[in-house]
T-cell receptor, first 111, second 113 residues
Framework: GENVEQHPSTLSVQEGDSAVIKCTYS??????FPWYKQELGKGPQLIID???NVGEKKDQRIAVTLNKTAKHFSLHITETQPEDSAVYFC??????????WGAGTKLIIKP | DAGVIQSPRHEVTEMGQEVTLRCKPI?????LFWYRQTMMRGLELLIY????????DSGMPEDRFSAKMPNASFSTLKIQPSEPRDSAVYFC???????????FGQGTRLTVV
């Protein structure tokens, strides 16, 4: 079955700098890759997603890239702000339409 | 829409007691998911429903766990009897269809002592 690995587990960056979180997946049949942000005491919330027919997608300060050949995808946050501090999860949808989740990355934005 | 509504937000119970978690999905959504989140295991899918029918319950850890969806606007996750290792945050999520964006509720933090 599908397996998703996410790195790093914790990432600390200076406010204004960029942050990159990386995920790899194992099932080449997976075709949908969302990124969720979870703030303290709240449920995960979708921030951006990408489908396998696209290599990159941007939404203001966040972007996701997908390399189907290497089976990895990454989240890029530019000009980080304090409100970006949260736990970020990547996921891959397997052939049974289930989301397989990464372990999460705690992003800390230092003022 | 108010989003996915879960109740209670916090539950503390004694080992052996029955616990019922409740979820109201977003109106019009046909799929509903129950997840469990712990530090050790991360986010785990327990069960999901499509059009009120359980589709995959392979993530339900034991027979002590059961879930129902009697109608399109309500679902329950029951643990009977509860054990300390069941302590976790339980999330309910819903989506228009099984392969569209999932919207999560605020979660129920369960502590079994």
């Amino acid at each position: 079955g599908e397996n998703v690995e996410q790195h790093p587990s914790t990432l600390s960056v200076q406010e204004g700098d960029s942050a990159v979180i990386k995920c790899t997946y194992s099932d080449s049949a997976s075709n949908y890759f969302p990124w969720y942000k979870q703030e303290l005491g709240k449920g995960p919330q979708l921030i951006i997603d990408i489908r396998s027919n696209v290599g990159e997608k941007k939404d203001q300060r966040i972007a996701v890239t997908l390399n189907k050949t290497a089976k990895h995808f990454s989240l890029h946050i530019t000009e980080t702000q304090p409100e970006d501090s949260a736990v970020y999860f990547c996921a891959a949808r397997d052939s049974n339409y289930q989301l397989i989740w990464g372990a999460g990355t705690k992003l800390i934005i230092k003022p | 829409d108010a989003g996915v509504i879960q109740s209670p937000r916090h539950e503390v119970t004694e080992m052996g007691q029955e616990v019922t978690l409740r979820c109201k999905p977003i109106s019009g959504h046909n799929s509903l998911f129950w997840y469990r989140q712990t530090m050790m295991r991360g986010l785990e899918l327990l069960i999901y429903f499509n059009n009120n029918v359980p589709i995959d319950d392979s993530g339900m850890p034991e027979d002590r766990f059961s879930a129902k969806m009697p109608n399109a606007s309500f679902s329950t996750l029951k643990i009977q009897p509860s054990e300390p290792r069941d302590s976790a945050v339980y999330f309910c999520a819903s989506s228009l269809e099984v392969n569209t964006e999932a919207f999560f509720g605020q979660g129920t933090r369960l502590t079994v002592v």
